[in-house]
């Protein structure tokens, strides 16, 4: 394909309007009540006194907030680290054709459709040494292992329900990805005498980079709001080890009821994972194009 | 296809992560032909006293399967809005350039970006004022914040691998647009489709706190009825498994609907 600038057509916007009516009913409105809030005490239902940004500086100050940002951040790298790689590979070797390819398909997405609650529930018994599949296993191997008491078992064990959760959802984008890809040009491969590694790099990498990215954005953003698994299966604990921050700011919201700050406090989050998704889509922008140089004949 | 030599190997990861991956979906079945005291009393690879009660439970109580009617149907609801609104505009975003183009399609994204637990008290305020509290509509209407950003770059992505050689001819052989998208440009993207469907119907169909938050009685989803397993007596864990392993079975039949779009796709196409 020619490097092929698009048409300049201003009516498209007629095409992407119902999109943004839908966009801003249901988020815009909402997204800017809480930016009211964030600005005001509300003492009670009708009284609210404006403070300016009293809330956001009391919220960058809060020390439980830089450490729980810390742990996010380490969770949702580690996430990318390795659900990224994983469901690109496992993409790579599921069956493409035939009842197999089905029943692969089907067994893989599974774990996407059990709702979060009950993924945290299953865990919690899959992973106790008395009673738990997984927790028997690891006993039985002599791993003193416990998600309740241990730091870093907990911690570990959020990830991997995390990694069995949701790699499905890289897996299925990125084999999508690779079946759009036209027999055209791995018979050009395959004339050209292509390694394996070559036609992955040169070919399947480059046709997949924008289903990879939605998938890297995806996991990015969603695992920095992680909440309903690691709460139902830990708490949070044990001490803070698996509070990740979408569980102090609901400790906040609705423990505490402070509306103000929780609102500040949801505000900054935002910005937040709005940084780093744009850092991580401007910098897999730039690294698609280089690709796409040196990937097209 | 010339890819027959890493065979054995793939084979070998294929398997174990399907291992790795039913595993806990099979504790969770054996959990849900348990009894409450057999999954506490001791560890079992197979229920030992085998029982129905806990399935028997949810289909024969009108509050239990409810649930799932209600959730099935803003779930279609909402992945039938999603893909509608998301297609043209996916479809623009592929193939022209307008005032603020880029801007608008990172913006769409950044609305996936808010923890749902922020929108709580404003969606209850704005659905309260428009009398949709309750309705399958509150539920269906709040769920388009996720789903349609994630349909529309995901088509999006699926649009742009489309050569833009077939819109051509297709214009200058005179078709209109509404026709030559409903019958060339969907076939060929066929796959997209299928993938943002699925997606689309998933994260709707898990989503707890707003789907909770905004309904009550008449339009309860599964995923708030389950809650009632966790009360002051303790967890009801045999109910809660055999619940979830019903929620599984909606999803799978879409993904088995779809499962040959998303596998043949474009490289099956008449390009």
């Known amino acids: ?297 | 296809m010339n890819r027959k030599k890493p065979f054995r190997v793939r084979s070998l990861f294929l398997i174990l992560y399907l291992l790795f991956a039913m595993l806990p979906i099979y504790w969770m079945v054996n959990m849900s032909f348990k009894t409450n005291s057999g999954i506490l009393s001791s560890f079992a690879l197979l229920p030992r006293e085998f029982t129905w009660d806990n399935y028997i439970t949810i289909f024969t109580d009108r509050s239990w399967y409810s649930g799932y009617i209600n959730s099935l149907i803003y779930v279609a609801l909402n992945t039938v809005i999603s893909l509608t609104v998301a297609l043209p505009a996916a479809y623009a975003f592929s193939r022209y350039q307008f005032l603020g183009d880029k801007h608008v399609f990172f913006w769409l994204l950044t609305n996936r970006m808010t923890p749902p637990a922020v929108f709580l008290l404003p969606f209850f305020q704005l659905y309260s004022t428009l009398g949709l509290m309750d309705t399958y509509w509150a539920v269906a209407l709040a769920h388009l914040v996720f789903n349609v950003p994630l349909a529309v770059w995901i088509l999006e992505g699926f649009m742009s691998g489309v050569p833009r050689e077939i819109d051509e001819t297709a214009y200058i052989d005179g078709y209109s647009f509404p026709r030559f998208f409903l019958t060339i440009f969907l076939p060929l993207i066929k796959s997209g489709v299928g993938v943002a469907a699925f997606f689309c119907f998933m994260f709707s169909w898990v989503e707890l706190l707003l789907a909770r938050t905004l309904t009550s009685v008449n339009a309860k989803p599964i995923v708030a009825t389950m809650t009632r397993t966790v009360s002051a007596s303790g967890m009801d864990w045999a109910t809660l498994a055999a619940a979830g392993t019903l929620t599984i079975i909606p999803g799978a039949i879409v993904i088995w609907f779809v499962r040959h779009y998303i596998a043949k796709g474009f490289a099956m196409g008449r390009v």
């Open chain 1, 1 to 297: 394909m020619s490097q092929y600038v698009k048409p300049v057509n201003q009516k498209a916007w007629w095409l992407i309007l119902p999109v943004c009516i839908c966009v801003a009913f249901s988020a815009v409105i909402p997204l800017m009540t809480v930016v009211n809030y964030s600005v005001q005490d509300v003492i009670s239902p009708t009284r609210a006194v404006f403070v300016g940004t009293e809330w956001f500086t009391a919220v960058m100050r809060d020390e439980e907030l830089h450490s729980a940002l810390l742990r996010q951040l380490l969770f949702s790298l580690s996430v990318l680290a390795i659900e990224i790689p994983l469901g690109v590979l496992l993409a790579l070797s599921m069956p493409s054709t035939g009842w197999k390819s089905s029943a692969v398909l089907v067994m893989v997405a599974l774990s996407l459709l059990i709702p979060w609650n009950v993924v945290g529930t299953i865990w919690q018994i899959f992973g106790r040494t008395d009673i738990g599949l997984m927790g028997r296993a690891l006993y039985m191997l002599d791993i003193d292992y416990s998600y309740a008491s241990n730091p870093t078992q907990a911690w570990l064990t959020v990830l991997l329900m995390d990694v069995w959760h949701w790699t499905p959802l890289v897996a299925l984008l990125a084999f999508a990805g690779l079946r759009s890809i036209p027999d055209a040009y791995y018979q050009a491969a395959s004339i050209d005498g292509a390694s394996r590694l070559a036609v992955f790099r040169y070919i399947q990498l480059p046709k997949m980079r924008g289903v990879l990215m939605i998938a890297v954005l995806l996991r990015f953003m969603d695992s920095f709001m992680i909440y309903t698994e690691p709460f139902v299966l830990t708490g949070g604990g044990p001490g803070d080890a698996t509070t990740f921050l979408s569980q102090y700011l609901t400790q906040k919201a609705v423990g505490q009821f402070d509306l103000g700050p929780a609102a500040a406090f949801s505000l900054i989050y935002f910005l937040i994972i709005l940084l780093f998704c744009f850092i991580l889509y401007n910098w897999m922008l730039r690294v698609g194009t280089q690709d796409k140089g040196a990937g097209h004949e």
